[in-house]
């Protein structure tokens, strides 16, 4: 075991021998955030329902294809010991790398990862589906990565997940797994109607939640593009949350509220939320 000035400690090159590589992705993919605000410019799906059963069995078959290594979350304090756990033995000739993530007083959270093949799938096979790691002697927050990026992440306790779809075609995932049910994930932007009592001040809005430091025509036309998506959106679509829309309303007037708000509704890929 090398120990390396990082805080990790390398057990092996993955096949494709980039160390570096297997360095880099752990810490590619560990944000904390919520689904809904992940980068605007990658197109992700989350799922709609959890992998179960045969499902869950064909998604693993898939990842063995496809993918190169994987990462889940060890805690250990008290009782719960790595060294005593039957499922981090299984999993520790497959070991490539460990982080240490946090540590407090006798616990502490290690992000390991692992090579994907399939023997080291079949022992993720053990658990019932792609939440189900919440039991004390599980692993949690399972990572896919293939291809030096980030293909797969979830979060065991807010039971989501979330495939980046640019480094896997959607249609791919799909095809090969059966009854796996994703739906495209948007991201949320909002624009506070409180800020909004002319159609000036609603360009300004637009200017400050929608495409900060863009240049744009400021008039209703280019608006219209904006929504389009490629000018600082998404071009998939999003989800436009307009709070204080009723403050709007009255202070804009029926009639340009109105016109704003068709505006929105021509754009399908968009949900208009009104708060």
Avoid at 29 to 44: I, V, Y
Wanted: aromatic share 10%; glycine share 8%; hydrophobic share 35%.
């Amino acid at each position: 075991m090398i120990h390396s000035a990082n805080g990790l400690h390398n057990h092996g090159p993955l096949p494709t021998n980039r160390l570096s590589y297997s360095k880099l992705i752990i810490s590619k993919c560990t944000d904390t955030n919520g689904f809904r605000t992940a980068n605007m410019s990658l197109k992700t799906f989350v799922f709609r329902s959890e992998p179960l059963g045969s499902v869950f069995n064909n998604f693993l078959k898939f990842t063995t294809r496809n993918c190169e290594s994987f990462s889940v979350v060890w805690v250990e304090g008290g009782p719960l010991r790595l060294s005593r756990n039957h499922l981090a033995k299984e999993l520790h000739p497959f070991m490539v790398n460990e982080q240490l993530l946090s540590h407090w007083r006798e616990f502490q959270t290690t992000e390991c990862l692992y090579r994907c093949t399939g023997n080291s799938a079949e022992i993720l096979r053990q658990a019932p589906g792609l939440y189900l790691w919440n039991e004390p002697t599980w692993p949690r927050d399972l990572k896919i990565y293939t291809r030096s990026s980030c293909w797969l992440k979830t979060n065991t306790q807010n039971q989501w997940g979330l495939i980046y779809a640019d480094v896997l075609p959607i249609q791919n995932i799909v095809g090969e797994i059966p009854g796996i049910d994703l739906e495209l994930n948007k991201p949320a932007l909002s624009i506070d109607g409180s800020r909004v009592g002319t159609l000036d001040e609603f360009f300004n809005e637009v200017s400050r939640s929608l495409i900060p430091q863009a240049a744009w025509g400021r008039n209703l036309n280019a608006f219209n593009d904006i929504l389009h998506g490629g000018f600082g959106t998404p071009e998939y679509g999003f989800v436009l949350i307009w709070r204080n829309s009723e403050q709007s309303r009255q202070r804009l007037g029926e009639g340009i509220f109105s016109e704003l708000i068709g505006i929105i509704e021509g754009h399908e890929q968009i949900e208009l939320t009104l708060e």
